[in-house]
């Protein structure tokens, strides 16, 4: 029974992968993650310099007693990209033994500054890169460090294509493009990236939902400290978190993959073994997961791969690769499936 994979041409001994978030913004926590099990672990988007990021609080549970909605407001708080890249290249040998691959995760306010960190993580040793071209807490409300980082390179075809094709041109390893819901609905958009700057593979977050809690002690609502900046400086709001969103999850990676031959990899909501078994059959790659390692501790990683083996010898499965996809024969083309939001069949 194989749950090896390939990715846009780099091999996984699992398609289980860590994603960017706090648990990857230190050495000792890269170092960490490389021993739980995944096939690779995504390392915290880095920037040219350390940055703060949104104002406190920044990651906290909406629902703390159930703890499936999670705040994640942190606007790309990390310490910079010598801290991290430092980090890969000191646990290099340890990935290998491990057969855990590092992604190395960048943002930044230039191409320039863009290729230089993608360059020094492949240097370092890892074996991909991913541009995070999704963050939305970000903007120049924090100041002029945030003004063009992560989701600005997708608000124009032109600017994203070029971003795209100089750092693929610049690297001899896979490039990844984390890119966020909305820009990928818009079939034109991907339409072009596939066409004139296609990615080895597209991350995207399956869903989102808006959320409302209420301090009852002050009768005050509950926002992140990006939120309340924003109020502050008198700018739209729209409440965010991630939350259960596992249903949609799904559904968009069978969408996409019926548009596109660029491999996926599906986040949100994805908390079993057998949903990634779901993530598989609707056309992904491989999937990311992060909200569940928050919940429930380093050993998430592993309760699911062990689901997932399980689910597999349950079900006379051997090989993920051979039930890639398999729900999409079911399903007519677009538009005739469709998703909320799609754009670009009129």
Known sequence: MSTSVNL?????????????????????????????????????????????????????????????????????RNPGADVIIDAVREFADLAKSEDCKIIGSCTANTKEEIIDICQRFEDAGASAVELNLV????????????????????TDYDRAADLLNSVKASINVPLFAKINLEVLLDRRFMAMLDEKARPDAYSFVGGRMPNLTIDIATGKPVFPGNLNLRMEKEMPISPM???????????????????????????????????????????????????VVYREGNEAGRRMLAELNQAMEQ?????????RGTVLSSLPEPPLFTVPGAKGFD
């Open 135 to 154: 963050c939305p807490a970000t903007g120049p409300h924090l100041g002029p460090d945030y003004a063009h980082l992560a989701k600005w390179w997708v």
């Open 241 to 291: 978190c991630t939350g259960p969103v596992k249903p949609s999850t799904i559904l968009h990676t069978a969408y996409f993959a019926k548009l596109t031959s660029t491999p996926l990899v599906c986040a949100g909501g994805l908390s079993k073994g057998t949903d990634v078994l779901e993530a598989i059959m609707a056309g992904a790659s491989a999937v990311q997961v992060s909200t």
């Open 315 to 323: 079900y006379g499965y051997n090989d993920l690769e051979a039930i």
């Open 8 to 76: 846009g041409g780099l091999e996984l001994k699992n398609p289980l992968i860590l994603g960017s978030a706090g648990y990857t913004s230190s050495r000792a926590g890269i170092k960490n993650q490389l021993t739980r099990g995944y096939g690779a672990v995504v390392t915290k988007t880095v920037t040219p310099k350390a940055l703060e990021g949104a104002p406190s609080p920044r990651v906290f549970w909406y629902d703390p007693q159930e703890r499936r909605l999670l705040s994640g407001a942190e606007a790309l």
